[in-house]
């Protein structure tokens, strides 16, 4: 069941508490506060989704193996001016010269 966040319209427009609501996404959305009965609007909010964004996935993802596999080249500095390819196609070194 989403959870929706809800505001209290002062009577000057100033805005008041918010609280948050579980409702179903059938329901009509609330025109009190369900305790104090004081008038208020649901606030737009981005949608809260879960997603796989941990160190080892971010790992895995940009390994050089699946850049290898998605076709992209990574080059690492090797010092001295030089980028040696680590995964991809082209030269195995380059010049930071050329």
Do not use: C, W
């Amino acid at each position: 069941m989403p959870t929706y966040v809800y505001q209290v319209v002062r009577e000057d427009g100033a805005e008041g508490e918010t609280f948050e609501v579980f409702q179903k996404m059938s329901e009509p959305p609330l025109s009190r506060h369900p305790e104090t009965g004081e008038p208020v609007r649901r606030v737009i909010q981005a949608a809260n989704i879960p997603l796989k964004h941990t160190d080892r996935a971010e790992a895995k993802r940009i390994s050089n193996e699946n850049l290898d596999r998605l076709g992209f080249t990574k080059y690492e500095r090797a010092g001295g001016g030089f980028y040696e390819k680590k995964a991809g196609k082209g030269p195995n070194v380059i010049s930071a010269d050329d």
